[in-house]
């Protein structure tokens, strides 16, 4: 019998479905042992479980978002965090895997996990295809090339500059890039396309993959697929790209039909050995290796009571829960009386994730009260760099752009002279959130450890941030462009250092800050229309015609583009 959540049975129903014919109890909220992750304990879930119901395993789902619930790490039976989107928050997975018996991930995670020094981990490709429903039917092919998924070019950067380059053929071939498509619609426009293009966010043959080789479309991945190659044969069962020869191969396998059906029909016969669901391929590992979890103790159940509390408070401020983050800090805060500068650094992320929350006639308050947490935590310790970075921020939002300055210049100073960063320290202003923990994370798979330079490129940005208010605009550019020297972050410091040109009535300039922002962020919709209206300005006709064009072509491959028509695309070039 397994015991499994934590879920949101309410929102997502057809989560009950994984386990059809599963020996399995849910938990969460809708489940049939309710749950609420931001004020319950492990004990508590077990208290409601059914007298006379014995549970053989645990299986703890998302750890990448959801929270894990204070003394999980003491359960009486094994517990298995099964984890989907592992480069998400990986630091934050590492703080509490300790946690755990055992890791199960996709492939590219085990060995992700593995380089960091866990060995309780085994792969699982839980969030592969179904194999129901996969049919060779010949329908019309509406589209030459197509792709399906998120659009977010800051989170998807080297897939944007792929789209990019598909766009750009655009004009020669049907190529449409879709977001927000699911079920049936999904399945209709795959079978519809002659090519599906994929660029995974790890390496991983994520679902897109399974769904293209299904349904009779050829499958387009990137060279550097390190799960995909341990299944599919470059040629054979699909085609692998890369930098130098993308274009030239959708260009073949769409002028060359034969090879592109053998293709597909190759890939076709590998999913039909797939036999089990996703679950099934679950419930089999464990099986498998049930032993060996069984061997294993979490390790976080022999550490003390501080540490955990530091690793599950760590854990909470990255996940997607932020009644949960709360809540954690609120409950590790006595037990900071052996380091009271992080009690108070605490209370301060704590009142100003409040008052990115708040209404407008309370957020001054939380941010007047956030300040007093921060000056308090460098009261007592005047190397904390962080709160410098947070304190600033708060600032900034209040309008005290002095105050700012002088916060950002002193944390510099002391991370130059080699001030250093605990555990909880690394947690920053919700406003840096997304792209610090996207670049931190980037590192930490690397095996870094050191990350002053990301503080010290993050300092440097709140300083110009705080100069531009001051309108001491030369200095701004200055400390955007130190903080380009840490090559972090660049699209959005290119931006702001344009934005800081425009200001100084520098628009030759301004222009090539924005020009090397679209290198990087292609569709940045605002970037577009500060560079026509700078290319008027400047007389450059041809620049402005070539991204206009640019664009047309964009708004034509993307169909959630296609609201922006009027406002980039004029008569002459529609």
Not at 214 to 238: M, P, Q, T, W
Not at 315 to 336: C, G, K, M, Q, V
Not at 520 to 549: C, H
């Amino acid at each position: 019998m397994f015991l499994a959540g934590p879920f949101n049975l309410e929102k997502q129903p057809e989560i009950q479905n994984w386990f059809a014919n599963e020996n399995a109890l849910l938990f969460g909220n809708g489940g049939a042992l309710a749950y609420t992750l931001s004020t319950e304990t492990y004990q508590d879930i077990l208290n409601r479980i059914p007298q006379g119901v014995s549970i053989d395993y645990l299986l703890y789902f998302f750890l990448e978002n959801n929270c894990i619930p204070a003394g999980i790490e003491n359960s009486p039976f094994p517990t298995i965090a099964v984890i989907s989107d592992w480069s998400i928050n990986l630091e934050a997975i590492a703080r509490v895997a300790p946690f755990f018996s055992y890791l199960l991930v996709d492939y590219p995670g085990v060995l992700s996990l593995k380089k960091l020094g866990f060995e309780q981990v085994n792969e699982v490709s839980l969030f592969a295809f179904n194999p129901g429903g996969a049919s060779l039917n010949e329908i019309p092919k509406a589209y030459d090339v197509s792709m399906i998924g998120n659009l977010n070019d800051v989170v998807y950067e080297e897939r944007a500059r792929y789209l990019k380059r598909l766009t750009l053929l655009g004009d020669k071939y049907n190529v449409k890039i879709f977001a927000g498509v699911f079920g049936a619609d999904c399945v209709q426009v795959i079978r519809s396309s002659k090519i599906t293009f994929n660029h995974t966010i790890r390496g991983e043959m994520n679902v897109r993959c399974f769904e293209a080789l299904a349904y009779g479309s050829l499958l387009f991945i990137e060279d550097a697929n390190i799960e995909c190659k341990r299944y599919l044969e470059d040629k054979v069962h699909c085609v692998y790209y890369n930098e130098d020869n993308f274009e030239n191969l959708i260009e073949h396998y769409l002028n060359c039909d034969k090879e592109r059906e053998a293709i597909v029909q190759n890939g076709f016969q590998f999913i039909q050995t797939i036999k089990d669901t996703p679950m099934q391929r679950l419930v089999k590992k464990v099986g498998e290796i049930g032993k060996d979890i069984r061997a294993r103790q979490p390790e976080a159940a022999s550490w003390s009571v501080d540490k955990k509390a530091i690793s599950r408070v760590f854990h909470a401020f990255n996940s997607t829960e932020r009644s949960t983050r709360f809540t954690y800090i609120r409950d590790a805060f006595p037990l900071f009386n052996k380091a009271e500068a992080s009690y108070y650094f605490a209370g301060g992320l704590w009142f100003l994730e409040l008052s990115d929350l708040a209404e407008a006639s309370i957020r001054v308050q939380h941010l007047e009260q956030c300040v007093q947490w921060f000056r308090k935590t460098l009261d007592l310790d005047p190397h904390f760099v962080t709160a410098y970075l947070n304190l600033g921020q708060a600032y900034l939002k209040l309008g005290r752009g002095d105050e700012a300055r002088a916060s950002f210049e002193t944390g510099l100073s002391q991370v130059e002279q080699g001030a250093q960063c605990d555990v909880l320290a690394t947690l920053v202003h919700p406003v840096y959130q997304n792209e610090w923990r996207m670049e931190k994370d980037k590192r930490f798979a690397l095996g870094e450890k050191d990350f002053s330079k990301l503080f010290l490129a993050k300092l440097w940005e709140g300083l110009g941030d705080a100069l531009v208010t001051l309108l001491k605009l030369d200095r701004a550019r200055e400390s955007y462009e130190k903080a380009l020297s840490y090559e972090v972050w660049e699209w959005a410091l290119y931006r702001k250092v344009g934005d800081t040109l425009v200001q100084m009535n520098q628009p030759q300039k301004a222009i090539e800050a924005y020009e090397r922002t679209l290198r990087i962020r292609p569709f940045y919709v605002e970037v577009w229309e500060v560079l026509l209206r700078l290319y008027r300005l400047t007389d450059e006709k041809n620049k402005e015609e070539q991204l206009r064009e640019e664009i047309r072509r964009i708004i034509k491959c993307f169909p959630s583009f296609e609201p922006l028509r009027t406002r980039f695309v004029t008569s002459t070039n529609s």
